[in-house]
């Protein structure tokens, strides 16, 4: 027997809709955040000069946005459940698979001549790859440079995102497993538990996975023994989960209100 078709013309309820537009946001933060993820900026460098083990705070760009991947993890638990939320965690993973397959893409082809840096960035490259003018100024920085630069910015090394694939998909699936798993032990009270409970403990399993095996692998960084020059992968665990646990705990105000909100505009409130 053949299913019957679906109705084209059918309005999507309003659950659907919102459930549809958290999912889309939740892939577009991840994919921004594997994006920009590949610079390092120092926090606060003239407050905290040592930080915790005498070098400064240096952090990722991506803690700024991936903790919100995880208050609309919880966001997306509370609302329409454990099923929706793993769901959604597997589109992200998907859609960042996409993104690194047009990517690749984008870096194979060649690039055109045209395509030149303006020459304000000159003094950042080398000058075989200046273009001059008539005159002898710097009116260009060849495509080479402009591909160069490219691959640069978006390409990070393999066992970087081999790392950071695996500590998402594992990370995530925990945090709405424990999700769940206290809201079932408190019958549905305290949310600012199970948002940070499931929060705080995922977070520091995506911090060791990500830092264990890029820093191991692509660095032969010792996990407790200081490296010449540096740290150990231990202390960077210690910064960057610092820094998490910060940002996890201060985002339980936001899942009160975007809790409310949504039930409100669900009309689910009593």
């Not at 691959?151 to 990070?156: K, V």
């Amino acid at each position: 027997m053949n299913a019957s078709p679906l109705d084209q013309n059918a309005p999507l309820n309003r659950s659907l809709q919102l459930y549809v537009f958290f999912a889309g946001i939740f892939m577009t933060v991840l994919v921004i955040t594997n994006i920009i993820g590949t610079k390092l900026f120092v926090f606060m460098p003239d407050s905290f000069p040592q930080g915790f083990f005498g070098s400064p705070f240096v952090l990722t760009t991506g803690i700024l946005t991936y903790p919100v991947t995880f208050w609309l993890t919880d966001i997306v638990s509370e609302i329409w459940g454990r099923r929706h939320a793993n769901v959604m965690v597997y589109f992200g993973f998907f859609a960042s698979i996409l993104m690194l397959v047009i990517l690749s893409a984008a870096k194979a082809v060649p690039p055109a001549s045209i395509w030149t840096i303006p020459p304000d960035f000159a003094p950042f490259f080398n000058a075989d790859y200046y273009i001059t003018g008539t005159a002898g100024q710097i009116s260009a920085v060849d495509s080479d440079a402009a591909q160069a630069a490219f691959e640069f910015t978006f390409f990070a090394p393999g066992i970087l995102l081999f790392a950071s694939m695996l500590a998402y998909l594992v990370a995530q699936l925990i945090d709405v497993y424990l999700f769940h798993f206290w809201r079932e032990a408190t019958n549905g009270r305290h949310l600012w538990l199970r948002n940070n409970g499931s929060t705080l403990v995922s977070q520091l399993v995506d911090t060791i996975i990500v830092s264990s095996i890029f820093l191991y692998f692509a660095f032969d960084m010792p996990f407790l023994a200081d490296a010449p020059g540096g740290g150990s992968i231990v202390q960077i665990i210690i910064t960057v989960y610092f820094f998490k646990m910060l940002m996890a705990l201060a985002d339980t105000p936001f899942i009160y209100l975007g809790v409310w909100l949504i039930q409100k505009f669900l009309n689910r409130l009593p």
